[in-house]
């Protein structure tokens, strides 16, 4: 590197000058040319090369780059970054190696590869892994969860499901019948602090366990209002005598139809009983795992995102009064007609082709 006392000195023209102060004050230039017109102002002014470092706050070697470049090249010269040798293109082989050990099973203390792993393991750099995977669409650290129904009766169980969402029986009614289980009112040990400017709101990671609840609901597909009761477990008798209060609210002779799922508590001889003294009721099974057919499981989803997940509760009473709220804002606000927008033919063919690899692969 050359000494600082044998670089030569810097003499602006009065025109260098103007353009490099116009580069410097201009709002829209780069901070990158800001610096540098900087450096060759301080420089042009007779300042030494400790003083300039001082003034532009960089370092000794960024003044003497642009020093060098400035006497090579004048003002243009400050105006372009010097180009970098291009890299070497990764070989056809080596990007067939990492494809096909990302998608191979990772090593025994892992549950993945991670990007480092998979460099470590074929001695390339971490950068041009990301790039290949990235370009071949492969995610090793990403894991998405499906369920494919082993429902043998999952055509005809869908078909009167969506039959029902789309084309409901005159004069009658459409229910959508679920339980939300062990809805937890968690308390805190301390007090939760509030948000303010540049930080969120905060609470203690530790909880104190006030007890569960049940939630037995009903939505009705015409309005989207849901009947809700809490209880604090979930059997035949539990249900049943939800199923009383709702019939409780219905006229006389009302052709009822129920979209429930096939637990037990469900199908019980307690159950099959009371259906036997209600000809007016049918229910209607949504297929095996398949919870999604079932349309209160959306407010389900609503309740437990608006109202559940963030909240402080310091008794079950507190936890059950917010539900109740909840389900009356709903009603009162946010309550509208279900409609179905998939199309039956295409989730039938979908399950089949996910049913028949799931079996291949057993």
């Not at 006030?210 to 604090?232: E, S």
């Not at 909840?326 to 946010?334: C, K, T």
């Not at 509208?336 to 295409?346: G, I, L, N, V, Y």
């Amino acid at each position: 590197m050359m000494a600082f006392s044998t670089r030569q000195q810097i003499n602006l023209t009065p025109e260098e000058r103007t353009r490099l102060e116009r580069i410097a004050t201009l709002p829209s230039t780069p901070q990158k040319l800001v610096r540098r017109s900087r450096i060759i102002l301080s420089l042009g002014s007779g300042h030494g090369l400790m003083a300039t470092t001082r003034s532009v706050e960089c370092s000794k070697a960024t003044v003497w780059r642009w020093w060098q470049r400035f006497l090579d090249e004048r003002v243009d010269g400050l105006l372009y970054d010097a180009s970098r040798p291009p890299g070497r293109k990764t070989a056809p082989d080596q990007v067939e190696a990492l494809i096909k050990l990302a998608q191979s099973p990772p090593p025994p203390h892992a549950s993945y590869w991670t990007l480092r792993a998979l460099a470590d393991r074929l001695d390339m750099v971490i950068s041009t892994v990301f790039n290949i995977l990235k370009e071949h669409k492969l995610s090793p650290h990403q894991v998405r969860t499906f369920k494919v129904s082993r429902d043998p009766d999952f055509e005809n169980k869908l078909t009167d499901v969506v039959g029902l969402y789309v084309n409901p029986p005159d004069h009658a009614v459409v229910l959508s019948v679920d339980e939300k289980t062990q809805i937890q009112a968690l308390g805190r040990t301390q007090t939760p602090l509030p948000m303010k400017a540049g930080q969120p709101a905060t609470r203690s990671h530790d909880y104190k366990r006030n007890g569960t609840t049940c939630l037995l609901a009903a939505l009705d597909i015409a309005t989207g209002t849901v009947i809700g009761q809490t209880t604090t477990r979930h059997r035949s008798k539990e249900f049943t005598a939800f199923l009383d209060q709702i019939a409780a609210g219905l006229a006389d002779g009302v052709k009822v139809h129920v979209i429930l799922d096939n637990v037990s508590s469900h199908q019980s001889a307690e159950v099959h009983a009371w259906l036997a003294n209600h000809p007016d009721w049918t229910f209607h099974f949504t297929p095996t795992s398949a919870s999604w057919t079932n349309a209160v499981e959306g407010f389900f989803s609503k309740l437990t995102r608006q109202r559940l997940k963030h909240s402080i509760f310091n008794s079950l009473e507190e936890c059950v009064k917010a539900i109740e709220t909840y389900i009356d804002h709903h009603n009162a606000n946010s309550a509208k007609p279900f409609r179905w927008t998939r199309d039956s033919k295409e989730l039938v063919e979908s399950w089949k082709r996910g049913y028949h690899m799931i079996e291949s692969m057993h």
